[in-house]
């Protein structure tokens, strides 16, 4: 019964989704709260859900992939609704939703949702699993932002003005979004990463082995931009190569709350 929270959260980013494409095309797109109203509404109806399975499983509703997808996907409405209003009100909720939707209609279509039987609850290691995951989220939105990047640069290069470069954010700002996100996220994910430690968690494995990596390819891209040691475009470009390496190994660390 609860999944149709989500079958309305989903709706709610097809929305918005929907009417920007309809208003760039129709060239009548301007930052509005039509957007912002429906990603929202999104996000509200995934709280529901997610409040509901914890009810269910009496945890925190990360116990399969089937709930990592849904708390990633929620966890980056969360990252979007907090940055400034510039952005909530631009195109970046537009590049938002598709992603968001994407993540939510794999939950929904695939068979992951399998329950399995949880040890002792650890507050600890609760923590640990929900910050990780809201870390993959302020990422997610980094890569969001480094699409804008490469997307206006490349539009900025061959000289044409359409609607879709007159409503992005600044190239320079979305270079400085792209570089508080990727600090968000990494210090996030090393947060989550000392609440492992104090929870006991084992450092070895591949569960580890995967999130270690995907910690010092985030630390790296982020100290490479901090001293300028890349151009923004190959900044952009990692931010959303390595968020696209953290998809494909989410599986191998989907039950992250495990002890």
């Known amino acids: 019964m609860e999944r149709y929270w989500l079958v309305a959260a989903s709706f709610c ?6 009417h920007t494409l309809f208003a760039l095309g129709s060239g009548t797109f301007r930052p509005a709260r039509f957007n912002l109203a429906a990603m929202a509404g999104g996000f509200v ?3 529901i859900f997610l409040y509901q399975r914890g009810q269910i499983v009496q945890t925190c509703p990360i116990t399969n992939l089937f709930e ?5 996907s929620w966890s980056i409405v969360l990252i ?21 939707l994407a993540l939510l209609m794999l939950a929904l279509l695939a068979p992951v949702d399998i329950v399995t039987p949880r040890g002792a609850h650890n507050p600890w290691i609760e923590f640990h699993a929900a910050l990780s995951i809201i870390a993959y989220g302020a990422f997610g939105l980094a890569c969001i932002a480094g699409i804008m990047y490469l997307v ?5 290069k061959s000289g044409r003005v359409s609607e879709l470069l007159l409503n992005l954010p600044p190239i320079t700002d979305l270079g400085a979004i792209n570089g508080r996100l990727l600090f968000t ?3 996030l994910l090393t947060v989550a990463f000392v609440a492992g430690l104090a929870a006991g968690i084992a450092v070895a494995g591949i569960k580890a082995g995967v999130s270690f990596a995907i910690w010092t390819l985030y630390g790296t891209l982020l100290a490479m931009d901090r ?4 151009p923004t475009r190959r900044i952009a470009g990692g931010s959303i190569a390595i968020f696209i390496i953290a998809l494909v190994t989410l ?3 989907s039950h992250l709350a495990a002890p």
């Open 68 to 72: 990592v997808l849904v708390f990633l």
């Open 80 to 100: 979007y609704l907090l940055v400034g209003p510039a952005y909530r009100l631009s195109l970046m909720g537009a590049f938002t939703s598709p992603l968001v």
């Open 152 to 156: 206006q640069e490349r539009q900025l």
């Open 13 to 18: 980013f097809l929305l918005s989704f929907g």
């Open 185 to 187: 996220g990494f210090l």
């Open 227 to 230: 001293m300028r040691l890349l």
């Open 45 to 47: 109806f995934e709280s």
């Open 251 to 253: 599986p191998s660390v």
